[in-house]
């Protein structure tokens, strides 16, 4: 166990080193920041002035090593925008992103499992029908236009909840909502399929032929076995989620980094977005390592 | 995203069986295809005319001059009724457009994959693994930003980064005729490879494709309505539902509903009527329902 662990630490570094390799070819080699830095107006000798304070006049490989010290060491440069060590501004803002997309997630799951479980239970009913449109409409609507449309009805129209940046549990509502609900039309397909397989093995039919109750054998033996591969797909969807709170801090101003990315982006900042991605690679990195522990509770069986 | 596909099958089947749903998605599609291609001649405004004196109107029936406002006016004076007309084509090219990428890039290469094996097969499953952990927006936004927005970057943009399911699909499928007996006797007979795969391979891997395809094409328009919102998909002067949505917003408070709330009925409209359709071809088609 301990030493699958650690193989899987050295997978995530070598996947991490491959990933910066990467984005140094995209960024550094292909874009040019000077131009998108200056005004167009700027003679050719303020260029080539801020090229050797970028350090872009340095061979390539020198660039590439300076970059990887730097970034092995917390620091993948000034953002060119913010007087403020990139990784730094990223990593402020990663707590408001976490924030969402952790709400945004147990959201969905609190609601579409125990709603998956009852649908697959009663097979055909009008609660079944229902949820089966509720979750076609929840994966068709577009993230951002849900989104305005709460704002409208929520904000603008009652004056209930605030439509925009972070504060209270009263902002992350309908955030939370608008990122979740995708989620929770797909998990509620997903957990209903599992269990509909579940509920036909044998070890359902044990469990009720040994006079457990109908809750003891749809939650705990059921449920149970149905979320192992309904697990697999969770852990890559958080990495989703989190991509796609990209959208919603957008749409409610949240002040993530998601839509630090988006500002970056808009402006090549180029130290932005490297330590953006490599904030959200070893959070996916970590988010995998604990999906692959949940295994080993969930099923005994599996060992690593 | 890439896996409700699993689950879902049979689901819709009780419900489906009176085929009501299904024939009412396919009338929704025909009338929005129909809206998209013939654009030009039923629009009633030019969609991209702007008209300050007419900014922000409310949709209403009537008009002194002209056709009217049904659907109310932007901030800017354009017909909204006119710019989602323009809008579904854009929708409908980068749909349509980068599944075909997709599915030809990941067919491609799957095809090698599964049909030759080896190193070959383990490289390309690899790259497929590594494709599909990197959510598909981030990447597309890199490139966009890098590269500048434009319709046809976005189509190959989305075209490209899309091809791994589409490979992994057509792997499964070649791995599992391959050494059919009938696969077999043309090899013995002399064929050649590139026949066997043309001829005797792909035909039996299309209707997965085809199943798949339509599963993956609501995803990409939402994409691409995401991504020209967030201003990183086409340009601003290319009408999609998105930039629409996203013109929106800015009017929101203002309290001019129309111009998000229709461009985002039209765009969940399409995804809505694709995916029950999608479903419903997935129980007719896939032979593992």
């Known amino acids: 166990m301990i030493a699958y662990f650690i193989r899987r630490f050295f997978q995530v570094i070598v996947a991490l080193l491959l990933l910066l390799f990467v984005m140094f070819l995209m ?236 500002k970056s982006l808009e402006k090549l900042d180029y130290p932005v977005l490297i330590s953006y991605v490599l904030v959200i690679g070893v959070m996916f990195a970590i988010i995998n390592m604990l999906v692959d522990w949940l295994y080993t509770i969930l099923d005994p069986r599996i060992r690593y | 995203m890439d896996n409700s596909h699993i689950a879902t099958h049979g689901m819709m089947r009780r419900f489906l069986s009176q085929r009501k749903l299904v024939a009412l998605s396919l009338l929704g599609l025909m009338l929005i295809l129909f809206a998209a291609i013939f654009a030009p001649l039923i629009a009633p405004f030019d969609p991209m005319r702007q008209c300050l004196p007419a900014r922000l109107q409310v949709p209403t029936m009537e008009s002194d001059t002209g056709p009217a406002h049904v659907l109310g006016t932007d901030l800017m004076g354009r017909d909204i009724l006119s710019y989602i007309f323009y809008g579904l084509r854009v929708s409908l090219v980068v749909g349509f457009g980068a599944v075909l990428v997709s599915a030809f890039l990941g067919m491609f290469l799957g095809m090698i994959a599964g049909y030759f094996g080896g190193i070959l097969d383990t490289i390309i499953m690899r790259l497929a693994d590594v494709q599909m952990a990197v959510p598909v927006i981030v990447v597309a936004l890199f490139v966009m930003a890098i590269f500048g927005k434009g319709l046809g970057k976005l189509v190959l943009v989305i075209g490209v980064t899309g091809w791994a399911v589409y490979a992994r699909a057509m792997r499964a499928c070649v791995l599992s005729v391959r050494e059919k007996d009938y696969i077999e006797a043309q090899r013995a007979l002399g064929t050649s490879e590139i026949r066997i795969i043309l001829r005797h391979i792909l035909p039996n891997v299309l209707t997965p494709i085809l199943v798949l395809s339509a599963v993956q094409l609501p995803r990409i328009i939402m994409l691409e309505a995401t991504m020209s919102f967030l201003g990183m998909g086409v340009p601003i002067l290319t009408p999609s539902l998105g930039i629409a949505i996203a013109n929106g917003q800015k009017v929101l408070y203002s309290g001019a509903w129309w111009v998000s709330v229709f461009p985002g009925i039209t765009l969940a409209a399409i995804t809505v009527n694709i995916n029950i359709v999608a479903d419903w071809l997935r129980d007719v088609l896939d032979p593992r329902a």
């Open chain 1, 27 to 262: 960024v550094y080699v292909i874009g040019d920041p000077t131009r998108l830095l200056l005004p167009p107006e700027a003679t050719k000798v303020h260029v080539e002035e801020l090229r050797e304070y970028l350090g872009l006049n340095d061979p390539v490989y020198i660039q590439y090593l300076r970059f990887l010290n730097g970034a092995l060491h917390g620091d993948t440069g000034q953002s060119f925008y913010h007087a403020e060590n990139a990784l730094q501004l990223v990593l402020e803002r990663a707590g408001a992103t976490v924030q969402l997309a952790g709400t945004a997630i147990l959201l969905a799951l609190a609601i579409s499992i125990p709603l998956g479980v009852i649908t697959a239970s009663r097979r055909g009913g009008w609660l079944d029908r229902g949820c089966l449109i509720g979750s076609l409409i929840g994966i068709s609507v577009p993230t951002f236009w849900l989104g305005i449309m709460l704002i409208l009805i929520f904000s603008i129209g009652t004056g209930w909840l605030p439509s925009s940046g972070r504060g209270g549990l009263a902002h992350l509502v309908l955030p939370a909502t608008t990122l979740g609900l995708y989620y929770v039309g797909l998990f509620l397909r997903l957990t209903r399929a599992g269990m509909l397989d579940v509920l036909e093995q044998d070890l359902v039919r044990t469990a009720r032929s040994k006079g457990l109750s109908e809750w003891v054998v749809l939650y705990k033996h059921g449920l149970r076995n149905a979320l192992i591969p309904f697990l697999t797909i969770t852990a890559v969807q958080i990495g989703e989620v989190i991509a796609f709170s990209i959208v919603t801090e957008t749409v409610f101003a949240w002040p993530g980094m998601g839509r630090l990315l988006l």
